[in-house]
């Protein structure tokens, strides 16, 4: 089992910038690949960046491209997702997942999910 915790989330004006973490405990950490999904009021779960379990392969959703970055420390056990520019659009709960296997160009595979971040962009 690997236990996720998001942290992070908050209000931010259009424009502003937020980091959110995901903190795994359980199993060890560099085993898996992280992903970051978020979920808006009325819409589907999407996908918005992963990487990979060392580090070297990113991916990102083309809506928060250059945007959004994700990052890992290993040592700490920690996922983030700086999130820069931030949009009305980009207003969602956040998720992160574990993945021992991504799949799907990374939109799946993920087998741990976190309880998620509500983060809101007033415009």
């Known amino acids: 089992q690997v236990q996720l915790v998001e942290s992070?989330?908050?209000?931010?004006?259009a424009g502003g910038s937020l980091?959110?973490?995901c903190a795994a405990s359980g199993r060890t950490f560099s085993n898996y690949?992280?992903?970051w999904f978020r979920?808006?009021?009325?819409?589907?779960?999407?996908f918005v960046a992963a990487i990979s379990w060392s580090g070297s392969n990113t991916y990102y959703a083309d809506s928060v491209k250059g945007r959004f970055t994700i990052s890992r420390d290993n040592a700490k056990g920690t996922v983030y997702l700086q999130m820069n520019s931030l949009k009305a659009e980009d207003t969602?709960?956040?998720?992160c997942a574990a993945a021992r296997l991504l799949r799907d160009d990374a939109r799946r595979?993920?087998?741990?999910?976190?309880?998620?971040t509500q983060v809101t962009v007033s415009s």
């Open 19 to 21: 980091r959110l973490s």
């Open 39 to 46: 979920q808006a009021p009325g819409k589907e779960r999407e």
């Open 92 to 95: 969602a709960i956040y998720y």
């Open 8 to 13: 992070g989330g908050g209000l931010v004006q």
């Open 33 to 35: 690949a992280m992903g």
């Open 109 to 116: 595979g993920y087998d741990y999910w976190g309880q998620g």
